[in-house]
């Protein structure tokens, strides 16, 4: 007849087998979230950080249930496999202590590509700006007209008198515009770049904490290295 604690003990098989599952889905998603491995792009590195951190809970879910119950009911090859993932354990959470310092590296880079990308935009606006201006200064009066036209259509309104003063104002409107197109780019960045920012912190805490509580699941499984017995 089943004892008392043998009957008790039972239960935890259906729950390590829903361990083993958990595991087998966090190797489907890493094998996706690694391919296709792109190791050059800045963008793509910072996004596998994310989604590893993310994705996260679903293996330490698994190991803590597979570990249950210790040394009992298991059979040879699950006694090799349960050290093996004892081991694994200790390899996950040194591999998200390094997460950090990779992910700061790949922020640091797309931050650098951002800034530069605003920079050519910003160059290239004062560029269009210098040569629009250049253009109103020579043209004649009826282009003159012609472009006061344009501006009262997109709802600036150029009420200048006489040749200067369209000209004059049509001056103040296009600097005017490239100033606002400035201000744009850059709350644009800094938006994009607080964004990039936040998701770091995030991810660098969660990839902290990841790597201490598989440490901290290896350090506890020290039973399963030291050779398993039958009991709890």
Known sequence: MMGSDDARWQSVFPVRAVGYGLLVLAIFDIVNIFYPADFTNAQWEFGV??????????PLIGLALVFLGRAYGRSIWEKRLVLLLSWMSLVFGLGFFILAPLGWN?????????NSAAEQQTQQLANQVNRFSQQVEQAPLPGLEQLASRFNQQG???VGNGEEGIRKQLLAEIDSAGRQ???????????QILNLRKNFIKWAAGAF?????????????????RGLKRGR
């Open 181 to 191: 197109a400035n201000r744009q780019t850059k709350r644009g960045v800094q938006a």
């Open 209 to 225: 904490v990841s790597g201490i509580l598989f440490v901290y699941i290896f350090a506890t499984t020290g039973w399963s290295r």
């Open 49 to 58: 950080f994310g989604e590893l951190v993310e994705r996260v809970p679903v």
């Open 156 to 158: 600036r309104t150029i």
């Open 106 to 114: 790949a922020f640091s880079r797309i931050e650098n590509q951002v």
